[in-house]
């Protein structure tokens, strides 16, 4: 079994378990069900650096990245360093994330905040609305299409941006719909970690452009993001970049700068 197969069987298991302790209608009472999210899509249309800034204590691939800092003032730094969103990892298992993190990162900003999940039910997308996220993740590799348009038509019921990730063009072909906001390629291949920038070029030409188009994973340098907006690319997530070093957002904002001269 890949490791993809691994985390979503874990997945499973775990949304099964967390509908029997928490139901959806005490998820549906939360406050946050009222808020209106911020569309991040926006923001990058509008944005000369489109850096979605991501908080990751580690990966699969990365047993340590950064286990000391508070999401509190990772969120704030990304923030302050005028990052588009700030992309929060909820998985506990493989990432060392929770939905405290989205909860606290959500206190710490206004700014779009992505839920980073493998979300395969319907419940984890009213639980990203019901902890103060402003756009979901779908990934094209764990999902059917069937099962894209279901998770990203109540995504946008509930007014969440949805953010659709691809690896490849039999992935992206399956799931260009109208309910999409973004379409991220990932250059990282989630199955054996290899990354490679040219995924994003190759792909960038298959996109519609009625869809904002994400270059995510991999990307460490200013050069690396001005060789992808070339082709078309208007949000850059970050994440190990900024996450190993003791200051996020100061190196954040550095980069930011730098993009924006
Ligand atoms: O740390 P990086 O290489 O900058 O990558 C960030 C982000 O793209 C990556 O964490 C990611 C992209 N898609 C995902 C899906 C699940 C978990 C994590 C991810």
């Not at 206004?110 to 984890?124: G, S």
């Not at 869809?211 to 340098?221: A, L, N, P, T």
Request: charged content about 30%; proline content about 2%.
């Amino acid at each position: 079994m890949n490791i993809l197969d691994k985390i979503v069987a874990d997945k499973r298991q775990e949304v099964d378990l967390k509908k029997s302790l928490i139901t959806l209608p005490q998820l549906e009472a939360s406050v946050m069900m009222e808020r209106t999210s911020v569309s991040l899509a926006e923001v990058l249309r509008k944005s000369n650096s489109g850096i979605i800034a991501e908080h990751k204590r580690r990966s699969p691939s990365k047993s340590v990245i950064n286990q000391s800092l508070s999401i509190q003032d990772v969120a704030k730094g990304y923030t302050n360093a005028g990052a588009c969103g700030i992309s929060v990892l909820t998985d506990g298992k493989y990432f060392g994330g929770s939905l405290d993190d989205l909860v606290l990162a959500r206190a710490s900003t206004n700014i779009p905040i992505l839920r980073k999940e493998f979300i395969i039910d319907e419940y984890q997308i009213i639980e990203a609305k019901a902890y103060g996220a402003d756009v979901i993740l779908l990934i094209a590799a764990i999902l059917s299409k069937e099962e894209i348009k279901t998770l990203s038509e109540l995504a946008k019921g509930l007014g969440l941006d949805v953010l659709l990730e691809v690896h490849n063009e039999e992935e992206l072909e399956k799931s260009l719909m109208p309910s999409l906001d973004m379409l991220g390629v990932n250059n990282r291949n989630l199955k054996t970690f290899e990354v490679d920038l040219d995924i994003s070029k190759s792909l960038s030409v298959k996109i519609p452009d009625d869809f904002v188009k994400v270059s995510e994973s991999g990307i460490s340098s200013v050069k690396a993001i001005r060789d992808l907006k070339a082709f078309g690319y208007k949000g850059f997530l970050i994440g190990e970049n900024f996450m190993k070093t003791d200051n996020p957002g100061e190196n954040a904002k550095k980069f930011i700068d730098e993009l924006k001269k």
